[in-house]
């Protein structure tokens, strides 16, 4: 269900999104956080319809319309999701992370990180960052870490909070180096999120030094 939600992507963002020059990855965050948050897509429809506008008073080519159009259809289908192939499947998140991981939570390959904390790579055919679902489990405590690149987050089910606040389920959070943090799922259960990183996390904690050696990002 659409609400407005507390924590969103700003306005050059969704500028870029409507335009379709905004990267993959981004694009696939910023799709999932759309789906909770009516206020971002009551702008991106103003967006929209501007961007219509200028393309008709400029009389772009043709070609120019076409690849606006593109982007048009991408964002209008995003509720337009068929139905997943295992009806006994009760996961739904939003549409362009049930496409990316099948309409199957438990098919995708989890990767303990912690004894708190689970990983699964999502194929998305960009290079540039790991787009992944991360779940924490209820109270379960990430390792405190810095970050040695750009790394996108929404929250897709529960909640979860650090030392900055508590994020939702919508919430985009976008985390930039010299932020460190330490995630910590709610006590009411499970925290799962999508996120895009475009290079490793860096630990702080007592052992990082040299577990961070081995700490690598698998885009794809």
């Known amino acids: 269900m659409s609400r407005k939600v507390g924590l969103c992507p700003d306005t050059e963002m969704l500028v870029e999104f409507s335009a379709g020059v905004l990267g993959p990855a981004e694009s696939i965050c910023v799709s999932a956080h759309l789906h909770f948050c009516s206020k971002c897509r009551e702008t991106l429809l103003q967006l929209d319809q501007l961007g219509s506008k200028l393309l008709a008073d400029s009389k772009t080519e043709d070609v120019g319309i076409k690849s606006f159009d593109d982007v048009m259809n991408k964002i209008e289908s ?116 999508l996120s895009a990183q475009s290079a490793p996390i860096k630990l702080t904690g007592p052992f990082g030094f040299i577990m961070n050696r081995w700490l690598q990002i698998h885009p794809r």
């Open 78 to 193: 995003l509720d337009e999701l068929p139905k997943e192939d295992d009806p006994s499947s009760e996961v739904h998140f939003a549409p362009v992370v049930d496409r990316l991981m099948k309409f199957n939570l438990e098919s995708l390959k989890w990767k303990k990180l912690s004894s708190s904390v689970d990983t699964a790579r999502l194929e998305t055919g960009q290079e540039k960052f790991e787009v992944s679902l991360h779940k924490i489990c209820a109270g379960g405590k990430a390792p405190v870490h810095d970050h040695q690149g750009l790394e996108y987050t929404v929250v897709l089910k529960g909640s979860f909070s650090d030392e900055r606040s508590v994020y939702t389920e919508g919430d985009f959070i976008l985390r930039k180096p010299g932020q460190p943090h330490q995630p910590i799922g709610a006590q009411n259960g499970e925290c799962i999120c």
